[in-house]
């Protein structure tokens, strides 16, 4: 079993940066595929960022260049660096994990915290 605990939402002008975390609690025997992603209201959820058990990341094409995804393995959390933010990035923000390699694609995951909302104003 996998539990999650997002932390870092907050509000923010446009141009800033916020750094959102996740605490992991897992069973360190299997490894996991862990991504970040969102919704916004009215719209449907999305994948942001993924980040392999070997480490290789991926990205959706709006936030490339302007996120990182990391992860700590000796602490358990997983992190989103989000810089140069804009109003459209504003939603809830979640964090998925799966056993399996999941990339983006929110439905292959089936592990997920209850989320922390990022607000960016313009």
């Known amino acids: 079993q996998v539990q999650l605990v997002e932390s870092g939402g907050g509000s923010v002008q446009a141009g800033g940066s916020l750094r959102l975390s996740c605490a992991v609690t897992r069973n360190r025997r299997i490894s996991y595929c862990m991504g970040w992603h969102r919704q916004a209201p009215g719209k449907e959820r999305e994948g942001v960022a993924a980040i392999d058990s070997d480490g290789s990341t991926t990205y959706a094409d709006s936030v490339k260049g302007r996120f990182i995804i990391s992860k700590d393995n000796a602490k358990n959390t997983l992190y989103l660096q989000m810089n140069s933010l804009k109003p459209e990035d504003t939603g809830m923000y979640y964090c998925?994990?799966?056993?399996?390699?999941?990339?983006?694609?929110?439905?292959?995951?089936?592990?997920w915290g209850q989320g922390t909302q990022v607000t960016v104003s313009s």
């Open positions: 998925a994990a799966e056993s399996e390699y999941s990339g983006l694609r929110g439905y292959e995951y089936n592990y």
